[in-house]
Structures are given as structure tokens and as C-alpha cells.
């Protein structure tokens, strides 16, 4: 496959999604006017809606139980009681104080100290989910509360038809994480290297606080933002992510210098790619050529990893970086797409692997506001 013909496919998918978006406007609107021919207009479900369902993994009903949530989407329904007796709760359970300001995360996590599915280690790792919430202001509490009530964890040995590398997986349907380190029964009496394992539990359960809107979004980029995400708020080796999605992450890490990490953040958590597509077109070319770049980076990243295309796909985005960085040949963005060409070698992984234990990577945080403090000093 050329340049030409994945630019062809990309834009193929992407008139698919715009035709089926519309679609879907439209069967809203004739749902609306016209209740009695609900049945008959839900069977001209087009070709193009079926498309944009696969493309975006939609296919599935999504439950709110509303009857013990505390939120409309960001506000607070409970009555006065109530917060306060789960407010009790928490203080006792977790050894905190709540200040007034916090009230909403931590009502939030009162889902998973009421989720019977879990068990106490798991909830305590859920637990561990609080800075990652209080510091994002673009979350829907409604169903990330919804999301940490229901999600059950299971643990079982990885099935054959499953990759090595692969250790986790989070079933968007069915709020259901699989980590596949055998069974587990419970946390302590592992040992160091299987505890590791949890670094799994983490990315999938960040995957479910943002599962209403992250299921939409472009693979690499979701899977890329939720494990630098995992590694900046639990990992002890928060910069060099040396074993899953390398690449995609650095991907991500130069998008951060290109438009800023709380634009990818709010883009990561709404669900919503525009607004970065939207920025990239403040420094250079329009929007839709933006999103076209974008679809291009995912599809090497994910199908297409040919060397002779890297400079083709990686030059152009260079592009996009604001003028001053783009003059500033120490920017990280520079040492990201360096570590990013070992994508040329026959064997990337060892090539990069290589260039980390020289080099490292740099030492930038993009979203814990703890290790961007550390990073600081
Ligand atoms: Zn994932």
C-alpha cells in the first residue's frame, strides 16, 4: 500500500463516519417527529451506520442506573443526607479528610467502595484512580460514577488466540477488565513481579473512568493516552515506557508539543478529536488536512509500521509544531521523533530499546500534576 492509496482509505473512512454521523442526525430527528414510525425507520439502518458502528465500536446499549447515582451529568442530585452519610463513609473508610472543593471526586469513588463486584484489593487499586480524577476537569461524573459502580475485574491465564505482550483487556460492552496474569485470589501473597501485573488493572481501569466517550476515539491515540497516563500517575519509571506501546506513546508525546497536553486531555476524555485537529490548524494547513495527518499516524502506528513511509507520515507532522518550537532544536519533540525513527529498523524495539538505554527519554510530565512538580525540582 502507498502514500496515495492509505490517504485514499483514510478519507474513505472518514466521508463513511461524516455520511453516517449525518445519518444518525437524521434518524434522531425522525425518531422525534414521528414516534409511531420508530420500528420502521430503526430497519434503514444504512450501510454507512453499520460502517461508522464497526469503525467506532459502538455497538453496544449503555445502562445508566440512576436510582444510586449522585450525579446529573455534572452535578450533584443526591439529597443533603445522603452526601453527607457517603461523605462519612469515605472519610472513615479512606483515613481522609474531603474538603468542600473535592466533594465531587470523592463522591465519585464512594462508586467503587459500593461496587460488588470488586474485591477489597482490587478497590483499593481503584482507589489509587483519585488524582487522576480531581485533576481533570473535563470528565462526565454521571458515568464515570456509573462506570466504577458496575466494572467487575476478572483474572484468568491468557487465551491462546492471544498475543504474548498482550496482558489485559477492557470489554467496553460489557464494563468487564480480563487481566491475564492466572488466577488471583488476592493481592498480598503475590509476589514483586506478578504484583507488576497491576500496572494492567490501572490502564484498563482508567480506560472504564472515561468509557462513555474513550471508546470513540481513534485506537492508537486512546490506547497511547491511557498507559502514558497509567505510567505518569503510577509507575516508578514514569518516562521510558519500555514494553507496551512505546511508539504510540511517543506519538502522543509529540501531539502534547504540538498542541498542548490539556487539549489532548480534554480531547482524550470527551471524546471529542476536534478541538486537536482544530489547534493544529492554528500553526499550519486546515483542520480536515489536520485530521487527515492524524488518521495517517494511526494507521502506520497500528497497521502499516513500513519503513520507507516513516519520513512520508512522521516530516509532515513536524509541520504542525508551533513556530518557536520548531526553531528550538532541544524541544522533546525532536528526541520523541528521534526514538520514533528506530520505526525504520528492521528491528524497532531492540533499536529502540537501545536508544533509551543511551539517552533516555526526556524528563517532561504532560499530565500528573505530582510528577510535574517532581520533574521541576
Ligand atoms: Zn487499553
Not at 64 to 75: C, G, R
Not at 152 to 162: E, G, I, M, N, S
Request: charged residues 35%; hydrophobic residues 35%.
Amino acid at each position: 500500500m502507498n502514500i496515495e492509496e492509505i490517504e485514499k482509505l483514510i478519507i474513505e473512512i472518514e466521508l463513511d463516519k461524516i455520511m453516517a454521523k449525518r445519518e444518525i442526525e437524521n434518524r434522531k430527528q425522525r425518531r422525534k417527529n414521528n414516534e409511531k414510525n420508530k420500528s420502521k425507520n430503526i430497519k434503514k439502518i444504512t450501510f454507512n451506520v453499520l460502517i461508522y458502528l464497526l469503525v467506532t465500536n459502538t455497538l453496544f446499549t449503555k445502562y445508566i442506573d440512576n436510582n444510586s447515582n449522585y450525579f446529573k451529568d455534572n452535578k450533584i442530585v443526591a439529597s443533603k443526607d445522603d452526601v453527607k452519610k457517603a461523605i462519612d463513609t469515605i472519610e472513615e473508610k479512606l483515613n481522609v479528610e474531603v474538603d468542600s472543593k473535592n466533594i465531587d471526586d470523592y463522591l465519585v469513588l464512594k462508586a467503587i467502595l459500593d461496587n460488588q463486584n470488586l474485591r477489597e484489593f482490587e478497590k483499593n487499586i481503584a482507589l489509587e484512580l483519585y488524582p487522576l480524577l480531581e485533576e481533570n476537569k473535563y470528565y462526565n461524573k454521571e458515568l464515570t460514577y456509573h462506570a466504577l459502580k458496575n466494572i467487575k475485574v476478572k483474572w484468568c491465564d491468557r487465551p491462546k488466540d492471544v498475543e504474548d505482550n498482550c496482558y489485559g483487556v477492557y470489554k467496553w460492552k460489557y464494563e468487564l477488565t480480563k487481566g491475564y496474569a492466572g488466577k488471583i485470589e488476592d493481592y498480598e501473597s503475590l509476589g514483586k513481579e506478578k504484583q507488576s501485573n497491576f500496572s494492567v488493572l490501572r490502564h484498563e481501569l482508567i480506560h472504564s473512568l472515561f468509557a462513555d466517550k474513550n471508546y470513540i476515539l481513534p485506537k492508537v491515540f486512546r490506547e497511547a493516552v491511557t498507559e502514558l497516563l497509567t505510567n505518569e500517575y503510577y509507575s516508578e519509571n514514569s518516562y521510558d515506557e519500555l514494553m507496551t506501546y512505546p511508539f504510540d506513546i511517543l506519538y502522543v508525546k509529540m501531539l502534547c508539543e504540538i498542541v498542548n497536553s490539556d487539549i489532548v486531555l480534554e480531547a482524550y476524555t470527551t471524546g471529542n478529536m476536534d478541538i486537536i485537529y482544530e489547534a493544529m490548524a492554528k500553526n499550519y494547513g486546515t483542520k480536515e488536512e489536520a485530521a487527515v495527518q492524524i488518521a495517517m499516524i494511526e494507521l502506520y502506528l497500528s497497521e502499516y509500521r513500513v519503513p520507507e513511509l516513516f519520513d512520508e507520515v512522521f516530516d509532515q507532522l513536524d509541520n504542525y509544531l508551533p513556530q518557536e518550537k520548531k526553531e528550538d532544536l532541544n524541544n522533546p519533540y525532536y528526541a520523541y521523533k528521534w526514538l520514533m525513527s528506530s520505526l525504520k529498523e528492521e528491528d524497532p524495539y531492540s533499536e529502540y530499546w537501545e536508544k533509551i538505554e543511551s539517552h533516555g527519554t526526556p524528563h517532561v510530565a504532560y499530565f500528573s500534576k505530582n510528577l510535574k512538580q517532581k520533574t521541576m525540582k
